[in-house]
């Protein structure tokens, strides 16, 4: 593992290796499979964040996963819409399916919110929440995630997928900001 990285402005010191992750996944692969197996399951990776973790994953399963990339994206609708948020990339139906959401990271929660309020309209059998990472003293969701990598404290990650700025998604294992 490389030591202290600089990304613009910032430094940052290895905080989850590689192999660490790479175990971890293992396991989480393993929940999955025995949770879904025979059950057609639907992954939907939300980009950018969690397209490494995703990739990782998917080496695993052994359920007969599918696929799909998604992004949310807020804009100002017509009028007195205000702010309206929309899932992108969604082209298979939802309904009947059982869907997993998978996440890089989750802090206050308020954007899986958004993401499970534009899929639950879908109609899908279950719909759960898979994160390689959770900040547990700062989620306030309304959907506890069922499937997690690590629980980490509040501090600001970057690497495996996760970006300061739009740098260091490359980094193959999680650093944190030297403060
Ligand atoms: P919320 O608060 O909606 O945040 O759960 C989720 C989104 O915020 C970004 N985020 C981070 N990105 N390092 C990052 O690179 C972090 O420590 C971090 N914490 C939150 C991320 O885009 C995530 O989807
Ligand atoms: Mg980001």
């Known amino acids: ?84 948020d929309e899932l992108i990339g969604l082209q298979t139906s939802l309904k009947n399916r059982h869907v997993i959401v998978i996440e890089d990271i989750l802090d206050t929660g308020v954007t899986m919110d958004k993401i499970f309020t534009l899929l639950e309209s879908e109609q899908p059998a279950s719909l759960s929440i898979c994160s390689m990472l959770l900040k547990p003293n700062s989620y306030k969701g309304k959907h506890q995630p069922k499937y997690i990598g690590f629980e980490i404290e509040d501090q600001f990650v970057v690497g495996y997928g996760l970006d300061y700025k739009e740098h260091g998604r490359e980094l193959p294992a999680v650093y944190q900001l030297i403060k």
Do not use: W
């Not at 969690?50 to 080496?59: N, P, V």
């Open 1 to 84: 593992m490389r030591s202290v990285v600089h990304i613009h402005d910032l430094s940052f010191a290895p905080f989850i290796s590689e192999t660490t992750i790479q175990t971890r996944i293992q396991e989480l692969a393993s929940q999955l499979d025995a949770d879904y197996i025979g059950k057609d399951p639907l992954f939907l990776a939300v980009l950018n964040g969690a397209f490494m973790f995703a990739a990782d994953l998917f080496k695993h399963l052994k359920c007969q996963p599918e696929l799909s990339f998604v992004k949310v994206s807020s804009y100002v609708g017509t009028k007195s819409s205000g702010r309206v």
